[in-house]
């Protein structure tokens, strides 16, 4: 007996009934879609053996996320149809446009006519087969998989590329860096028969051209990226390490020794000791703190013509919404200060359950980072934040799913405008599984997402993302703080919920020192650009704001609050709460002294910044598996929840000071400027006077 068809007519229904249809489909299932009208996001997000028709064109993003579904689209498709399939088949008719098969993980796609440009960008897996020509820069980046191309091949092809292979059969405009032609192989030829008699195809495997990786790319400098250089064996087997490659002496790298001026000697015994008691700290004397940043900005606590509210009986609420705007299940947290996005890779897995643990004994979120959700830090995290970054190295639409939001990372602070790095001697065999890389190599990761160019775009791959999770989590836009005012406007129109804003001083696992110290804006700017911008085109506030970069204390959680952020994230400070720069790490309850392992890393506890070698003493950003068993998940666990319990307790020392029943309440008024500079940065009246330079007096607040 046949079964008639499911039949979903997009002219009567919208794309998010239809979607949220399919996905409620388990079973084998026929299933027609009329009159898709062009409209973006048919048919994404499937998981179960469904046999798919679409009978027209469909816009951006068809099929994209699917496992197992096969789908047949008789017409044309717009940019990045199947992005990150993970298995099954998609099949168009016609034409495809840009970013075809984008970081696709697995499966089939076939285009019967031409693709644009980029067609199997950061591929990761999948198959395609072209039978038309594809456009310029096509397999850029690309990791893993097989591209047929049955016509011809733009410039710029295969640029960047890892382990994919492209066949090309007709001409070829131009290699990319690091492409070379290669000569075909026995394995190439069953290869394209096989891939050919599966996409309908019948030309000749001898008639292609196969394009590869030259891997001139895979290793920038054997003393950064090697597991086998002599720095590297020197730190795992205790020996020093010999002083030059040659022979001749290495001159220290300029910053080798200079200390932390964001993180000075002190902030680092704040931060150790917050994390050892879970209390803050009660003495004399005034102020020792030094500018510029949020330590430039002092409270106007409540005297006379404010009241204050009573420490011990009196109620500080710091409850704390994100991502109310549209998803169904936005995040409620305990206090407003989150966990930031780190990579595993960067972090061992020890750390990362860490922070999965703390933040939910301290009821806030924790971040994943570039390269994928490990299933520890799932387990330990009731409320986890999973990162789509440029790169989208092990990202999934299963663990999309159990997230519990999504955050599309545009820029980081500490780099805003380049690419993320993870240099060879961190890419275990784990962590090369969980990015489709070889292991050992250095990883480069793109400066720009595979499937959109610009906010347009980004409107539709929002709304992708809530397709494929029937609109249950809240998402997030990340941007470094840049041209701030501008681009907080333009997350707001492209759909954010909330917007992630990281300012100069936010952290990085391995960056060119030229990004570090000269790309974007200190923080304390940033967070008043990005607040006026949004009191101009959200005034009801629905957009959430979380400002990160360099955020060590109470008070400048306090002082991002009273600016007009609704939360904030941290990164760098958390890993000194699990000993990061510490001169001794913890065993079996004992100190254990690193300060000769700092020493062979040309560095010296307090002055560190070496997590790019993976060769970190203390164990928080390493891979190696000796050096990773000097974090003990549980200790660090319990600092971190310390640490976040201290700040906590101090931003409702600050916010009660300042009469407020909610910490959500300070507000600029609440504050002064210590200097001309920060008065005009934060756009708060210099302290003593109600003068904020650029404005007319009597303006303040
Ligand atoms: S390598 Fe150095 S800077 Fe990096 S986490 Fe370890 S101690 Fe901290």
Known sequence: MTVDPLTCDLAERSVTEVNRRLHALSGPAAVEILHPLGRHNVACGLNAPLDVRVRGHSGYFTAGMNQRASVTVHGNVGWSVAENMMSGTVRVTGFASECAGASAHGGLLVIDGDASSRCGISLKGGDIVVGGSVGHMSAFMAQAGRIVVCGDAGAGLGDSLYEAVIYVRGRIHGL?????????????????????????????????????????????????????????????????????????????????????RHYDADTLDYIRRAAETGVYDIRGLGAKRRVPSFDDLTF????????????????????????????????????????????????????????????????????????????????????????????????????????????????????????GMLLGLKVSERVAAMRTLPAGIDQRSACRHPDWVGPDDL?????????????????????????????VKLCVKSGADVIVLDGMQGGTAATQQVFIEHAGIPTLPAVR???????????????????????????????????????????????????????????????????????????????????????CPVGVT?????????????????????YLATLTMELTTLARACGKSDVHHLEREDLAALTVEAAAMAGVPLAGTDWIPGRPPHTAG
Request: charge should be neutral; glycine fraction near 12%; include cysteine.
């Open 300 to 419: 106007l606590t409540a005297s006379m013509s404010r009241y204050p509210l009573e420490g011990y009986r009196e109620r500080c609420s710091t409850k704390t919404v994100l991502g109310s705007r549209r998803a169904e299940r936005p995040l409620t947290l305990a206090t407003p200060i989150t966990i930031a996005g780190m990579s595993f890779g960067s972090l061992s897995a020890n750390v990362k359950e860490a922070l999965g643990r703390a933040a939910t004994a301290a009821g806030t979120s924790t971040t994943t980072g570039d390269g994928g959700m490990t299933a520890e830090e799932r387990r330990a995290s009731r409320t986890l934040v999973y990162q789509c970054l440029p790169s989208r190295y092990g990202f999934n639409p299963d663990d999309l799913r159990r997230a519990d939001a999504v955050e599309i990372v545009v820029g980081q602070g500490a780099k805003p405008g380049g690419g």
């Open 459 to 487: 409107a539709i791959k929002i709304e992708e993302l809530r397709e494929v999770t029937d609109n249950r989590i809240p998402v997030f836009i990340k941007i470094g703080a840049t041209r701030v005012a501008d681009d």
């Open 529 to 615: 650009q990005a607040v006026e911008a949004l009191e101009e085109v959200d005034p009801a506030r629905e957009v959430q704001l979380v400002v990160s970069g360099g955020i060590r204390s109470g008070a400048d959680v306090a002082k991002a609050l009273a600016l007009g952020a609704d939360a904030v994230s941290i990164g760098q400070a958390v890993l000194m709460a699990l000993g990061c720069n510490s001169p001794a790490y913890v065993r079996g309850g004992e100190r254990v002294d690193a300060t000769a392992d700092y020493h062979r890393l040309g560095t010296a506890p307090g002055r560190c910044h070496q997590c790019q070698t993976g060769l």
């Open 622 to 642: 390493t891979q190696d598996p000796d050096l990773e068993q000097r974090l003990d998940p549980e200790w660090g666990a319990r600092r971190v929840r310390n």
């Open 176 to 260: 990319g860096a690091d492409a070379r032609i290669e000569p075909l192989g026995r394995e190439d030829r069953q290869a394209l028969v096989e891939l050919l008699r599966r996409a309908g195809r019948d030309e000749e495997p001898d008639s292609f051209t196969r394009v590869a990786s030259a891997k001139q790319l895979y290793h920038w400098s054997p003393d950064h990226g090697n597991p086998d250089s002599e720095r590297g064996a020197a730190v795992r087997s205790g020996e020093p390490a010999a002083s030059g490659r040659s022979g001749g002496a290495v001159e220290a790298p300029r910053w080798a020794g200079a200390v932390s």
